[in-house]
């Protein structure tokens, strides 16, 4: 054969052996050893261990319930039911434990992640409650805390 047609053949030989020897040193050995049947053999059989050490950070109401029973019980009758604890109480992780007390977030922004007044198309929303101080006489006040007036465990404007 030409130089001009070998030259370029042992290129793409050279890229591919040094493709490969980078693969063996990069891609754990482990990895595709669980079979094609799970996820077609991409992956990593120590990642299922990974996985089942990984330290729970969300509990759940169901955890909750344990020791705040009345509380999970008043949220479970209000509007706010739908809503996880830790949305607003922040992770439990080793709760009661490390922290002892949660620290609440009382900020005007947490209630806003779902009661702000968004400009949906269609003028469509999901049934909440949205609100944009700018335009309610209501809700004018910045430094005011929605707590102020809102009981969150129950939402009604009348019920605190």
């Not at 793409?12 to 049947?37: M, Q």
């Not at 992780?93 to 002892?100: F, N, V």
Request: hydrophobic letters at 30%; charged letters at 30%.
């Amino acid at each position: 054969m030409k130089n001009h047609v070998l030259r370029p053949l042992w290129v793409v030989i050279a890229a591919i052996a040094i493709l490969l020897l980078v693969r063996h040193f990069i891609v754990p050995s482990d990895f595709g050893v669980n079979g094609d049947s799970f996820t077609y053999g991409f992956h990593r059989l120590s990642n299922v261990k990974e996985w089942q050490d990984f330290k729970i950070k969300y509990r759940g109401k169901e955890y909750c319930t344990e020791c705040h029973e009345e509380k999970v019980e008043e949220n479970s009758s209000s509007k706010h039911r739908a809503i996880q604890c830790e949305n607003c109480h922040g992770p439990a992780i080793d709760h009661p434990d490390d922290p002892e007390k949660l620290t609440i977030d009382q900020s005007r922004d947490l209630c806003l992640r779902c009661h702000a007044d968004l400009a949906y198309p269609n003028n469509e929303r999901m049934n909440i409650p949205a609100f944009d101080p700018e335009k309610n006489e209501n809700h004018q006040s910045s430094t005011e805390k929605c707590i102020e007036c809102h009981n969150p465990h129950k939402p009604d404007l009348e019920e605190q």
